[in-house]
């Protein structure tokens, strides 16, 4: 059995780092404890290097190997634990020789006696714990490593953060187009009820796991949605309760609110190959019955207002679902009976690995259809292991060449293309391998020459990959498990939880944040995920995990007992009482028995995806946990769960409470000395309490929401604190909060996001002088609304330009852009308010060298006065906004999203970098010259509320006016606000 080794290097690692900060600082030690400290660091420092050694060793390892590892590890947590209970219990002693500093010393000494004493005797056990465990691999017989031995060429391992860590290269995530798919035109006829069959047509798209089922269904679903009414997409798995999936359903087809400004948020996934996660998008919205229905056990009535909504919704329109990953005919069985047939061309596509679930009784052979996914041919699939090498960032020398590798390495997967682009993603990243080691390699994992096809094939392929990289980036892609299926996985959230779990640090002269940063990146560069969202600055948003990868990465995670996850698509048993990683996927009562059985005092990671109901956090050892992350749950305000709870919780360092029900933060929030990153994006709390001014690592403060312009106060007492905040997002300036001139002490601020700006001369000034000083220091993002227009009018007053500034968006009325902003010659992402969208502002910006994306946007909550500036640049630019020729030489994104968009012209050599266009709008006049565009690939088109005529007319004459030779995909979507 392969050892896995990342997770407790990574244990070792940050416990050592508060050892050394332990003996460093002067604690009043019982007599010897020092010593003991001192011999559990070193003894550590040895077990860390013989674990480095395993790591890198070709053999596999035995079960005593196994064992042994496994009780260093114990020894590091329990180790971990007493320290922190250490150095939170009892103060550094008062410094100085004073008289006075003496008395008080004695008296502190005399008081803490107790406490003392009871970690002398933990440590002291401890030591001994830790020397038995060193001298039993002795007696045992752990075999040793060979010293110094190093896996050679290993390209992105070794040195991975010295060849990673460049200029990064910017780009949009692709389409994913089906490859060596037979009868894909004619499925695409049948989705479009092109045989003029308009009875409800179910398609069944049956394969092995990772043969590329979702990605044809996605294609289907992505090209075909703007022809159907109502669209919903869920994934489904072994577990998946029935009731859940429909409630999710119900969701996306029950008419929204605020779907208009949603919109904006997923505009891109609608062209993206994404899943819609069963659990957490919709456990938020578990509660869509009352109360006493669901509490009350009535089951029947539940399903058959599930059964009433549905038919409501969907019998007399078209609708489209993807219903991904069915597990069971009896599973499909019991959902499928809740859809109303209907004449209007309505389509259900079922993607599934199981011929059982197409052949289901619930299966008519007149109106569905059965579509048998197979594997590649061997010219397919050495085209797509090329291409998917080919996507790597190496160029040059250090890209390897296709012709290098022999065809045993593509042609052992067996025509997968999972495992196709596993395998190139390998062997992408070890440019220096000789022909006759991919031999090797192939030999080792499959002696045979004959293809394969099972699933534990493919696991040997993904083991293999895993075993070959560096301890970090193990234990980071380990902590992927913590995620459900289908998940889109933040980049910004798992970054920052990484630097929380002391996963990274810094090194070779880069902050922290670069490598967490290097480290997602080497992940996508070796396919174990895959980037689903880009942002507008060209890095990746978002990512998830295959199905298959998750399970493996599910099966090392409780292999290594490195976390435990409650309510997971795959069973996850504890190994041990001791649970280090929580996360909980449900909130079903039968599960949370679960929890309830466990020994929660160990927990330092705890991440709860859906409702709070029934969670308790007296549970939790409030001195162990590190990380806590809610985002997206409801249950705040009830009896078991209290912010006040979470302030008790002193190691925290990270603390998200995204999207929650919570309304305000007590003052007792100080007591988080170690916090890092506090999130309360898109919740109710509207003024942060005086005593955040306390937080003293506190980097990131994140709040408000961009979307509906809610904004943060903060309190006046920051002044002159918080050096080491680096992002403060979402505020409000204001008279009687932090002043715009006290902004000027944060002199760490890479990023500062303003929604809302009291209209005042003063605070103008201040703000102004504020954002120069910061621009000399490290500031690289600014995001501004005035919706007065009158802080805008002032930009130009700056004595010195914002030279490196990366980021710039400018919101509200902006009757002219700042004269120095053609100067910005760093600048990636410009997002500008829609009023200042005519050609001349186009002429001004084409000659920034470095602009990547490119937006005009207006506030949903749009005001006369934005119509009728508007209106005024339109006519001022002859009723048609010209983009000129020349220039935007790195411009990949073009976004515009107004009410009315006036007739829109690309010149020829206009934007030649130009990939992706997506324009959003109530009413279009018109849009020219993309078939000039070399590069265009994607045009997304949405159209809200009800269109006119004309805008209908111009929509389809795009639609049927597209040239035969233009390679672009166009995509019309409609929301309605």
Partial sequence: MELAVGASEATLKSLLSKL????????????????????????????????????RSDEGHDDQTEAWMKQVRDVAYDVEDCIDDFAHSLDPDPRGNDWLTVIRRTLYELRTWSTRRSIAAKIAGLKERAQNVGDRRGRYGVPDPKPGKKKSNLGGATGYLAAEHQEITRQLVGVKQPVGVKGMPDLEKWIAFGDQRKELGVLYIVGFGGVGKTTIATALYRNHSDQFQLRAKVTVSQNSDPEVVLRNILSQVRPQANSGGQQREDSTGAILEKKVPVIGSILSRIRLLPRNQEDGGAGQDKHKQIKSELESHLKTTRYLLLIDDVWSSSTWHNIKKYFPENDMGSRIIVTTRFQAVATTSSARKDQDRVHAVEVLPGDEAKNLFQEAMSECRGTGDSQPSVSKVPSRVWEMCGGLPLAIITMAGLVASKPLMIREEWISVCNSLFPEPERRRKPEDFMRIINYCYNDLPSDLKTCSLYLSIFPKGWKVSRKRIIRRWIAEGFVTEKQGLSVEDVAETCFNQLIERKLIRPTEHSSSGRVKSCQVHDMVLEFIISKAAEEEYATVVGSHWSMPTRSNKVRRLSLHSSDPKRVKNVNSMNLCHVRSLTVFGSLDKLHFNQFKTGTVQVLDLEGCKGFGENHVKVSDICQMILLKYLSLRRTDIKELPPSICKLKYLETLDVRETEVQELPATVGQLERINNILGGDKRTQKTLR??????????????????????????????????????????????????????????????????????????????????????????????????????????????????????????ALHTDNFLLLRNLSSLFSLTFSISEKQDPAMAAILEKNKSDSGGEIFVPPGGFSKLKLLCIFVPLLPSLSFAKKATPQLERIELRFKRLEGLHGMDELGMLNDVLLTVGGQSSEQTKSILEGLKTGKKPSSKYALIVNEYHA
């Fill in 714 to 835: 903060l309190p006046k007492e920051l002044k002159g604190r918080m050096n080491t905040l680096h992002i403060l997002s979402g505020i409000e300036i204001v008279e009687g909060s932090t002043a715009a001139s006290d902004l000027g002490y944060f002199t760490g601020l890479r990023k500062l996001a303003i929604y809302r700006i009291h209209k005042s001369e003063e605070i103008f000034k201040d703000l102004l002088s504020s954002i120069q000083y910061l621009s000399g220091y490290s500031l690289q993002a600014l995001v501004i609304n005035d919706e007065s227009s009158e802080f805008h009018m002032t930009l130009d007053s700056m004595s010195s330009d914002p030279m490196d500034l990366r980021a710039l968006e400018l919101s509200g009325k902006l009757l002219r852009v700042p004269k120095w902003l053609n100067s910005l010659h760093e600048l990636v992402k410009l997002t500008l308010s829609a009023t």
């Fill in 20 to 55: 050394g900060s332990l003996l460093a600082e002067d604690y009043a030690l019982v007599r010897g404890v020092r010593g003991d400290i001192q011999f559990i660091n070193d003894e550590l420092v040895s077990m860390q290097a013989f674990l480095s050694n395993l790591s």
